[in-house]
T-cell receptor, first 111, second 111 residues
Framework: GQQLNQSPQSMFIQEGEDVSMNCTSSSIFNTWLWYKQDPGEGPVLLIALYKAGELTSNGRLTAQFGITRKDSFLNISASIPSDVGIYFCAGPNTGGFKTIFGAGTRLFVKA | DAGVTQSPTHLIKTRGQQVTLRCSPKSGHDTVSWYQQALGQGPQFIFQYYEEEERQRGNFPDRFSGHQFPNYSSELNVNALLLGDSALYLC??????????FGPGTRLTVL
């Protein structure tokens, strides 16, 4: 079945640094989603990407839908302590109704 | 707008017992999906309910069952609990195939 691979698994950065994480798949996705999950909470949708090559921003966050439709990346600029959390890429499976999630990238920001 | 609510917040059961988790969708949403999130993993799709019917199911045994009520709220039932069923159970609601909003989850511990 369709799977999403996220890298890196975790990142330890200094406040103010920029962050980049990515997500790849062996199969095509028609939509890419990026979620953030804080401890004790459910995932919150950050950015949704709908077509290949699309670049979308949400404040300090920028995400791109890869040209091959098999990858996406998320950048966070000028990180702050509240950026700490787990970032998931996700996508609706082809021809179905379920959303497939990657295993997540855990971000730690040191003030 | 209360968003997606789930109850209970935490639950402790023993092997072989049965459990029922509840979810109230965000106002105006008609579709409810359930996910299992094991520690350190991304959410795994269990099933989705729409118009009181199970519309799609993930790779979970028949011990996992659900129900959607006319007011769109939903229940997840797990029978014959195993230690491996310990996880965070997330409910997500949406309007049709629009993007999903997640609740805070129910933390189930099986001893």
């Amino acid at each position: 079945g369709q799977q999403l691979n996220q890298s890196p698994q975790s990142m330890f950065i200094q406040e103010g640094e920029d962050v980049s994480m990515n997500c790849t798949s062996s199969s095509i996705f028609n939509t890419w989603l990026w979620y953030k999950q804080d401890p004790g909470e459910g995932p919150v949708l950050l950015i949704a990407l709908y077509k290949a090559g699309e670049l979308t921003s949400n404040g300090r966050l920028t995400a791109q839908f890869g040209i091959t439709r098999k990858d996406s990346f998320l950048n966070i600029s000028a990180s702050i302590p509240s950026d700490v959390g787990i970032y998931f890429c996700a996508g609706p499976n082809t021809g179905g109704f379920k959303t497939i999630f990657g295993a997540g990238t855990r971000l730690f920001v040191k003030a | 707008d209360a968003g997606v609510t789930q109850s209970p917040t935490h639950l402790i059961k023993t092997r072989g017992q049965q459990v029922t988790l509840r979810c109230s969708p965000k106002s105006g949403h008609d579709t409810v999906s359930w996910y299992q999130q094991a520690l350190g993993q991304g959410p795994q799709f269990i099933f989705q309910y729409y118009e009181e019917e199970e519309r799609q199911r993930g790779n979970f045994p028949d011990r996992f069952s659900g129900h959607q009520f006319p007011n769109y709220s939903s229940e997840l039932n797990v029978n014959a609990l195993l230690l491996g069923d310990s996880a965070l159970y997330l409910c997500a609601s949406s309007l049709g195939e629009d993007w999903q909003f997640f609740g805070p989850g129910t933390r189930l511990t099986v001893l």
